[in-house]
């Protein structure tokens, strides 16, 4: 890593407030706060405008080998290009979010976008988050913090989470088709009563 630059990795479990504590703390400092959730988003907006299926993993190594994803900053803000393209009011729709949730659980995408995160705390002093940031990422890191937080309250965080993932899964392979992964399992139609059941079950946990 650069030396004249600093980075700081924060990492911790699901549910304690890595992202809006990372937000915060790169204003502070007047920092760039790098959204690495927005990276995903855009290769996933690349493959569904290119129609390409991710059950056919193959062909979403192929495509993502053939497009260039990049950061650019208006003031504080991060905006997001593809293929010199600003994509970053095009990212935010659930279609996107559903199709980064599965993308983001192939090692390829996340080997492609890995140079990009590394690249940017070289070129500039960075706040990023998220599992394996310290380790994997940045193991170089200047500062590295580890969150915790109250159990309880992580848990009542991840049951919402998780709740949101099962409802973006039934809602995708429903009116798409296609699989949904969910951690390391990938959902199709089989197992829509499966979800469903499981979906009513974590809405009592969360009421």
């Known amino acids: ?18 992202s809006t504590i990372a937000r915060r ?22 493959l569904l405008s290119s129609g390409i299926n991710t059950d056919d993993i193959n062909a979403v190594i192929r495509h993502v080998k053939g497009i260039n994803v990049d950061i ?9 290009l593809l293929d010199g393209r600003d994509v970053s009011d095009f990212i935010r729709t659930p279609e996107v979010s559903m199709m980064a949730s599965t993308t983001s659980a192939i090692p390829e995408v996340r080997a492609f976008l890995l140079g990009l995160q590394r690249k940017l705390a070289e070129e500039h002093n960075v706040v990023m988050d998220g599992r394996d940031i310290g ?13 915790i937080a109250d159990l309880d309250v992580r848990t009542e965080r991840r049951y919402k989470e998780l709740l949101k993932k099962v409802k973006e899964a039934i809602y995708m392979i429903t009116t798409t088709g296609q699989s949904y992964t969910i951690g390391s399992r990938t959902l199709t139609r089989a197992n829509l009563t499966e979800l469903r059941n499981f979906k009513n079950e974590l809405e009592q946990q969360v009421a």
């Open 72 to 80: 650019t900053y208006k003031g504080d803000e991060q905006r997001v």
């Open 135 to 147: 380790t994997v990422v940045l193991p170089n890191a200047t500062t590295k913090i580890y969150l």
């Open 25 to 46: 703390l790169a204003k502070n400092l007047e920092y760039i706060y790098v959204d690495t959730g927005a990276l995903y988003r855009t290769v996933a907006f690349s």
């Open 1 to 18: 890593m650069n030396t004249k630059t600093v980075a700081v990795a924060i990492d911790g479990p699901a549910g304690a407030w890595k």
